[in-house]
């Protein structure tokens, strides 16, 4: 049975002047252990969707369930890892930040919070850089420690938008393989959204192609929505 599963979902800004369909009808399952891609040209909603998944927008139409249960708010089952790197805490450091994020939200104890935060920096290579303040670390180093602490919540599937697009093409391929090594031997589900076909190939068990023109479906309030 599927882990995740989005039926026939559409999902609409709504403007001051317009509804805005960023996607139409979109159906998938997601699989245990699956590292499945949403790849599509930016703009085509795979942002809108991930940020569906994650409870943090409801759908006009159909349903996003997680382990048979309807999705309806943000929640520490979904984590989410995005491509800026702000989201850490800049008093805290890379250790406090990461046992932060499990004592607030997971709701695991101290003891064991510390020693899953210092399990999941070391997967990411941080040992060295535990006591570091954010601000003293490069970009991708500060991307280590955002995808260390999603990891450590222990996620039913860890959902990351577009995680690698501000990285040089060096320190990106590297990390690619580096996440890719970890999930292989963790079977970690992760929902991975790009735009670069080469990347979804390298990280995708399964890809799902989203066609560019959903988002441009748009309609004026109040009218009827055309129909496809
Ligand atoms: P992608 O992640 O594939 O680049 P998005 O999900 O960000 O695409 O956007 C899909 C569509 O929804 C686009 O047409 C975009 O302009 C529109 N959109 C995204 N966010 C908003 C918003 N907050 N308000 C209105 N329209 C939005
Ligand atoms: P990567 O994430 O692949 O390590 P980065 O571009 O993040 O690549 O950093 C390149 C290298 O520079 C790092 O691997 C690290 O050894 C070093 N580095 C970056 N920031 C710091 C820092 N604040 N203190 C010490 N070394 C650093």
């Known amino acids: 049975t599927p882990l995740l599963s989005v039926k026939d979902v559409t999902l609409q800004y709504k403007t001051p002047d317009a509804l805005v369909t960023a996607t139409r009808r979109v159906s998938f399952d997601v699989y245990p252990s699956d590292r499945f891609v949403l790849l599509g040209p930016s703009g085509c909603g795979k942002s809108t969707i991930l ?68 399990s999941y920096i070391d997967k990411v290579g941080l040992t060295k850089f535990i006591d570091s303040y954010p601000h003293m670390l490069s970009g991708g180093m500060k991307q280590r420690v955002a995808i260390a602490r999603g990891m450590a919540m222990e996620p039913d599937v860890l959902l990351m938008d577009e995680p690698f697009a501000a990285l040089d093409a060096l320190t990106r391929r590297k990390m690619q393989d580096e996440l890719l090594r970890l999930w292989d031997d963790t079977r970690f589900t992760v929902l991975f959204v790009t735009h670069s076909i080469e990347e979804a190939i390298r990280i995708g068990t399964r890809i799902l192609l989203l066609s560019p023109h959903p988002g441009e479906v748009k309609a004026e309030l109040n009218s009827v929505p055309p129909e496809e």
């Open 51 to 118: 940020k569906a998944i994650g409870g943090y927008l409801t759908p006009v139409e159909g349903s996003i369930s997680l382990k048979g249960t309807g999705v309806t708010e943000p929640g520490p089952d979904r984590m989410m890892v995005f491509q800026e790197f702000d989201q850490l805490l800049p008093w805290k450091t890379v250790r406090e930040n990461v046992v932060f994020a499990l004592t607030s939200s997971r709701r695991v104890p101290a003891s064991e919070a510390a020693e899953r935060a210092r």
